[in-house]
């Protein structure tokens, strides 16, 4: 499934970071490589971005963003 | 003997302590500029040590070093070019492992590089205790511990780098990320043919650019070739080749299987000096951001802040504005008691005190409001404003973080053009900054108050209003337009850090203020000084004798001009002078607005600031200085033919007409381009003009007169 999918407090590991290339890259930099655990801490209050924890780091990534990013739910 | 000179690059990921390392080490020594070319701040910072005279410079906070965004490229151009003794790689330790990923890039690049392990504390409170000896040892890099907000570890630190910068052993080259075998192979063989090819003339480490190549580094790749073109050109065959086989082989870009397994390489060193006690605290900032951007709280709090900022910047700024105010007309009359009659006089009073008075004016609105910015900035509120606008402002084409800016223009555009600097794509930042001007300041204020007061009565109210929509309408029609056209692409990706909550330090805060305010003052200083004598010279000549009759006549001016010295002769000497002329002459454009040409010259004189459309106007209606943006000035307008039809067309063209010459410079210093200043001027006026046409025009066929 897509990050983007993924509902507040719930889990998933990266499994495949898409879209153009300088998104991906950017993605992957700040630490979002391939089978990495994130959990979707909330959406903002309009729905979009959506805030992300990853080792304990907060981030924030569009939903369009999280579109490109494939992962596999962890309960 | 000659003092040693040593330099010393801070590099670190934005929101690490880089700039507290830099403030501890530094202290007040500093000297902010910008980077060559680019409006991103450089800051440098001296210190002497012995015999010692060393500079410390901040480089931009990246999170990394391939060349997408301006700061990364300012960074590793630095490292590369300008080859510091030592690099002091700033590592947050409640992120080591992003923190790493810059770290070991600077390392590649062959640099002495430091490690200053900073927040330790913060990381042992989530119960991260890390390995500082064992991480030492497996990079063979020096590590220093440092709480950098409270200025632990900085004589620590200082030493280590003098010791590192003045020792002959070069770094150990096999503690560097290693990739896997088909990755190594390639990189292997392309440095291979670099080294033979190149020789002398490759100015980099042959692995690292390699590397680079097999990144498809764009300012790498055309740095090559201007060194040696035609050997370039068999290097990047080469290095085509290459990529094409690594792409085969594991089946997706070079670039980001690099990246993979650079992170792949720090997780390893993590997993060894890294233990994470299970036992986690609390996290603070978590609770906080639970409520403050919370899905019912998030906005209104956000509104609260918001209206706390301007309230605290245009009341508590009201009281020293006025001081200052009065402490430049006090001014101004002693030089006019001092000086004796003449153009020096007028030169020095209506001139220069009067200009330098405009700018200085501001002085209090700007401290606070920057404040308030770094108060923003330093806690970590700011990324979470930009969280909470993103969506509206993606509605533009812009990012979240342009409302700030954008907002701040209905105060004064100059910070407001200042603040765009939080953005990190040149593009948006250029952007933003175009469509700051639309929002209506404050200095605007006072001409609607005149016009709408005098003209529209019980409705001025709702008039003032609708300007203000008619300004924000026209910057999303604007934003939505250039978007498309001179600054197409999307806007920057939106993946960004949401800092954990922090408090703010007193000293870093009035650092950042200070910094700021005084690259207002310097800058606009100067230009605004030049600006307003111009315009004062273009008023006050040529000099009409006080005695001479004047031109034809004219019906404000009539009545006034057999008495001398008073506010007829320096309505006719405004007439007269070459600004007056200037007025009528371009009146005939301004005619089918409606505008005449008193009118003309006071927009004219509107450029050095806006406030002064006003008193213009009171000064060519002879209404004198106690009229001033009273019910004088609105009687003298509808008495000399203003209708109200053609007071809204007057507003409209103030509240979109070029910005002012402060806000010009501005513009210029940030996007740094004269030709995106000359730009906004155009543009805006242009827009103006079409816009009063329309409100003109359309209200005459409708049948308002």
Redesign the interface.
């Known amino acids: 499934m897509r990050l983007s999918e993924l509902r507040e407090g719930e889990s998933a590991t990266i499994e495949h970071?898409g879209g153009d290339?300088?998104?991906?890259?950017?993605?992957?930099?700040?630490?979002l490589?391939?089978g990495t655990r994130v959990r979707v801490?909330?959406y903002?209050?309009?729905?979009?971005?959506l805030?992300l924890v990853a080792?304990?780091?907060?981030?924030?990534?569009?939903v369009e963003?999280a579109e490109h990013i494939r992962v596999e739910k962890v309960d | 003997m000659a003092p040693r000179r040593l330099t010393i690059a801070l590099a670190g990921n934005p929101n690490a302590g880089k700039t507290s390392v830099f403030n501890h080490l530094t202290g007040t020594r500093q000297k902010v500029g910008n980077w060559p070319g680019v409006t991103v701040e450089k800051k440098e910072g001296h210190i002497r040590r012995g015999d010692r005279e060393i500079t410390v410079v901040d480089l931009p906070g990246t999170?990394?070093l391939?060349p997408?965004s301006l700061e990364e490229v300012i960074a590793r151009n630095y490292l590369l070019d300008e080859r510091p003794d030592v690099v002091i790689a700033v590592i947050d330790a409640?992120?080591l492992?992003?923190s790493l990923?810059l770290a070991t890039q600077i390392r590649e690049l062959d640099c002495k590089v430091l490690f200053a392990l900073n927040m330790a504390d913060m990381a042992r409170a989530?119960g991260?205790i890390i390995d500082g000896r064992k991480l030492a040892q497996l990079l063979d890099v020096p590590v220093v511990f440092t709480v950098a907000n409270r200025g632990e570890g900085m004589e620590a630190l200082l030493e280590e780098a003098i010791r590192l910068a003045e020792s002959e052993t070069p770094p150990d080259r096999s503690r560097r990320v290693k990739y896997s075998r088909d990755l190594e192979e390639a990189i292997g063989r392309l440095a291979g043919f670099l080294a033979a090819r190149l020789g002398d003339r490759l100015a980099w480490l042959p692995r690292w650019t390699a590397v680079k190549l097999l990144e498809d580094d764009e300012i790498v790749k055309q740095r090559l070739v201007a060194a040696a073109p035609d050997e370039a050109r068999a290097v990047l065959q080469a290095a085509a080749a290459l990529r094409r086989h690594l792409a085969e082989r594991y089946d997706e870009?070079p670039?980001?299987v690099l990246?993979?397994e650079r992170?792949?390489f720090i997780a390893g060193i993590v997993r060894e000096v890294q233990r994470s006690d299970a036992r986690r605290r609390v996290d603070v900032s978590?609770n906080i951001?639970l409520v403050l951007?919370?899905?019912?709280l998030?906005?209104p709090i956000f509104l609260f802040f918001i209206w706390a900022m301007f309230e605290l910047t245009f009341t508590l700024g009201e009281a020293p504005v006025g001081w200052i105010e009065a402490a430049v007309e006090a001014a101004a009359r002693a030089a006019q008691a001092v000086l004796p009659e003449g153009p020096l006089r007028g030169l020095v009073a209506d001139g220069i005190i009067a200009g330098v008075g405009s700018v200085l004016k501001f002085l209090p609105n700007i401290l606070i409001l920057f404040f308030c910015i770094a108060l923003f900035e330093d806690t970590g509120y700011m990324?979470r404003t930009?969280?909470?606008m993103?969506?509206?402002m993606?509605l533009i084409g812009l990012h979240?973080k342009s409302f700030i800016p954008m907002l701040m223009g209905f105060g004064c555009n100059v910070p407001a053009v200042m603040a765009a600097r939080t953005l990190e794509s040149p593009r948006d930042r250029i952007l933003t900054i175009l469509i700051t001007p639309f929002m209506s300041c404050s200095a605007k204020l006072p001409v609607y108050v005149v016009l709408a007061g005098a003209f529209f009565g019980e409705r001025a109210g709702s008039v003032i209003f609708g300007l203000y929509l008619l300004g924000i309408l026209l910057s999303i029609l604007t934003g939505r337009l250039l978007r498309s056209t001179l600054l197409a692409g999307g806007d920057a990706?939106?993946?960004?850090?949401?800092?954990?909550y922090r408090m703010p330090m007193a000293k870093s805060l009035l650092i950042h203020m200070w910094d700021r305010s005084r690259v207002f003052l310097r800058k606009m200083g100067g230009t605004i000084l030049l600006g307003s004598v111009i315009v004062w010279a273009l008023s006050s000549f040529p000099q009409v004798p006080a005695t001479a009759p004047g031109g034809a006549p004219d019906a404000g001016v009539e009545a006034w001009s057999g008495a001398p010295g008073t506010e007829g002769s320096r309505a006719l000497q405004v007439r007269e002078s070459y600004l007056g002329r200037l007025g009528r002459a371009v009146a005939p454009v301004f005619a089918p607005l409606g505008i005449e040409w008193r009118e003309a010259v006071a927009l004219l004189s509107g450029f050095v600031a806006k406030e002064i459309v006003v008193s213009t106007l009171g000064v060519l209606h002879a209404v004198g200085e106690e009229g001033e943006g009273g019910d004088t000035l609105g009687r003298a307008l509808s008495s000399s033919g203003m209708t109200p039809l053609a007071a809204l067309s007057m507003m409209v063209f103030v509240l979109l007409y070029l910005p002012c010459l402060a806000t010009t410079t501005a513009i210029r210093r940030e996007t740094g381009s004269t030709r995106w200043m000359l730009f906004s001027i155009a543009y805006n006026t242009a827009v103006a003009w079409i816009v009063s046409f329309a409100v003109y025009q359309g209200g005459r066929a409708l049948g308002y007169a």
Request: glycine share 6%; hydrophobic share 35%; proline share 7%.
């Open positions: 970071v290339l300088r998104l991906r890259r950017r993605i992957l930099e700040m630490g490589v391939k801490e909330k903002a209050p309009l729905k979009d971005p805030e080792r304990g780091i907060h981030l924030s990534l569009r963003e | 999170y990394s391939t997408f409640t992120n492992e992003r990923y989530r991260l870009d670039q980001i990246t993979d992170y792949g978590r951001d951007t919370h899905r019912f998030g906005f990324a930009a969280f909470l993103d969506r509206i993606h979240g990706p939106f993946v960004m850090e949401l800092p954990p």
